[in-house]
């Protein structure tokens, strides 16, 4: 993989997490207040549930995706 691809690749991850993290918040508003742990934890299996509705580029982005990667892309939170 190139650089500039990681690169796109991480940019695509990003906005994916922002997503639902949004649709999270929505559905859950007390996470607010939660922990990046429990954030990336309820985003985690958030992504886990609703894969079969992504598009097969955005399955194959979050396939092997782990809840320290969320946590990182939600420390990394830049817009």
């Known amino acids: 993989m190139t650089e500039k691809t990681e690169e796109n690749a991480a940019t695509h991850k990003r906005k994916l997490i922002d997503k639902f993290l949004i649709k999270l918040t929505k559905e859950e508003p007390q996470m607010y207040y939660a922990t ?9 299996s958030m992504l886990k549930e609703h894969t079969n509705r992504l598009t097969i580029e955005e399955q194959a982005l979050i396939r092997h ?13 830049v817009k």
């Open 36 to 44: 990046t742990s429990e954030i990336a934890r309820s985003l985690y």
């Open 65 to 77: 995706m782990t809840i320290e990667e969320i946590q990182g892309l939600l420390g990394f939170h």
